[in-house]
């Protein structure tokens, strides 16, 4: 290990202590103060770290810290991108510790935010200070980093264009994925995309007495419950007319390549405490969360959900549903035709509005290109292994974004786990990965440097 | 219209509005003081009225409300019961005025309870009163006024065993049912019984990211989906195997006589604000909310449902499912069918866990019996016009448990009217069907005393 991390390891700890007690939950109008704290805390620690300019960029919505230190502009420039805010706590009665207060239990910092994307983010500061302190910058560097990325990142592509000159780059750099483990590191070169989605399903105009009225009207929740049932098939395909029309078949190559990498069914489900998975026909587990398209209910509600007994028939459902894309389906089509197709499946003893939370564009990116080579050689470097490359089952979707809007390709190299619990409760994120991240960013640096002459 | 009543007719209102003011929601235990308030409440209006004895009755739940008044032993003996708890408030915010401030528009009397039950319990009171100041009492009268019917009635059976001596009666009078409409009164004579379950479906043993995991694990909320669809068939028929094992089948006689009520579908639509109705294929809707069972989910949870999005794969998610029965169908029977059928259409991704909040069952009142006669003759000199018999689609178990414990037939003399919204927001009664139930109650006293000589 770097001898000046291992030197400053419990401040760097504590630091990024400091960032997680700020609730940045960008998804709840009520800890908007935290968000915007967030924010100014993240700018403060780029100055502190060594970069050369840094500011609170507003936007419509929650700002964006720019950050920069540009050595010399012959070199290569490397635009790092991040977040600062973080997904809603709830359920918080889950949590065995406060979600906001961060403590360490076997070697693992608990608390939202620890691993998405705090502590992945944070890591890109803190090698920014080592190699102000050590090596100094083999390149340039760049700072974006968000405060809504856990919303949909609504006002990204918006700043994004109205800063192209300001964020050129030769490559983007993002640490919000997961490895494999730790004894098998792993680059992900696939993401999935997103439509995000909310339903809400009306039946009679007001609540009802279950036994007055029970039989003779369209119950919404029994109503929103049967069209869901109808939008995945019994072998697990999702029904919506045109939804696999663009999926990429992926080769029979790649799934051999893929069925290689370390993913044991058994343990998978004995992780998550279930006697059987489920899925589409045809695929393995591995490849059902990485390379085929997806829809789940987030979220259900409706009627009576309190103490004891209501007899109601309510008037309203609502569903959260968000589906999981793959190159090349298109989110906003996806969003149409899900759109179209749930209300073509509704009873006329209801009525239906679709509405349209927030979506991302599926991507993969070169395992051929300079900056993946460079990130290969900085886990080889630190970590002593070859990383896998891999596909991953989440979305980041600007991605993109930038691809679209800068041109720029992107490296995803993230230190989680998936058994981090994002999104989850108990968040966490292992002190070795969050101080491995640091030892081999500055190895990314170096390399891209390096194989950019 | 009776003087006394004419003469007494605001303070009625006032007393009545004081009960309302009490919010005795049994199902919340954060309203308990004010239930037991509501109890002493009714015990003092009892005794003011002229009963000669009255008490709170404790029970391992709420009181009972005990009083009666006898004024000769060779009289025959009329038990009343009603309830003085009252469903829950929720959706507070669908309320144009506050639920325990009741206010009078258009001739009606807005408040939770205003017609279930505290307005139709309180009528009895002041008929009791009526009766005293007037005419004097034809019968004895013995009164059962419970806290516990909106949450299944759970410490009735329990009193009524051990009181079997002091409830002796001839025949047992509830108002807790509606007419036709004001134009065509009707008395009840067949109530539905009710299973109420709630069940919890388990997935994953903690909240997942959507992304990382979506498509590999059984989403236990698309799984409870699918599971719930799976109750009803497309003929609107419940796959429950041996639920309609031992449903009576309604002679075609009673059916074309059913057929003559007015019930005018379109109407019934309208006034729900839908575009079609719904129900099992072959039935009317008249048939299917009275002589047919039903299953309606009457609440569901689970996963993000608070503002905005949340990508995730919830851990558990929830539904309350109650099943209104008929004639021959036994409560316990039926819950236990549900529940191995529950249980065994769940995938070996889910565990499920099947609850049991309470039920009550079916019952047919006899329209040949002294007491029904004495009713409509009441109903003829108050409302001058002979009442329908009509079976009903709600649930009063107390009435087969009436009729298991004590042997006595109960009479259904309710003066609601099904648009009254009872367990709804803006709950209602009308003043005429508050007044009009005063001045047709003590005319049952009159006839039944008559008919019995």
Known sequence: MNPYIVANESRFLEELFALLRIPSVSADAKF?????????????????????????????????????????????TVLVYGHYDVQPADPIELWTSPPFEPVVKDGKIYARGSSDDKGQMFMHIKALEVMMQTTGLPCNVKFMIEGEEEVGSANLG?????????????????????ILSNENPSITVGLRGLSYMEVEVTGPNRDLHSGIYGGAVGNPINVLCNMISQLVDQDGKITIPGFYDKVEDVSVEERTEMAKAPFDEA????????????????????????IRPTLDVNGIWGGYTGEGSKTVIASKAYAKISMRLVPHQDSAEISQLFQKHFESIAPDSVK????????????????DSVAYKAAAMAFEEAWGKTPIPMREGGSIPIVAL???????????????????????????????NYLKGIETIPLFFKHYAELSK
């Open 32 to 76: 908007a103060d935290h968000v915007h704290t967030a924010a100014d805390w993240v700018k403060d620690a780029l100055l502190k770290a060594g970069a050369t300019h840094a500011e609170v960029c507003q936007t419509p919505g929650y700002p964006i810290v720019y950050g920069e230190t540009i050595v010399d502009p012959a070199l290569p």
């Open 402 to 432: 930038f691809e679209r809007e800068l041109g720029l390709k992107s490296v995803l190299m993230g230190f989680g786990l998936n058994s981090d619990a994002i999104h989850s409760p108990n968040e966490h994120y292992g002190i070795f």
């Open 158 to 178: 918006w700043f994004v264009a109205q800063n192209v000159e300001r964020l050129k780059a030769d490559v983007i750099l993002i640490s919000d994925t997961a």
């Open 267 to 290: 343990e998978f489900a004995r992780d998550l405490g279930v006697d059987g998975l489920a899925g589409e026909t045809g695929y393995s587990a591995h490849e059902r969360v990485s």
């Open 352 to 367: 239906v509005k679709v509405g349209y939370h927030h979506g991302g564009q599926p991507a993969v990116t070169p395992t």
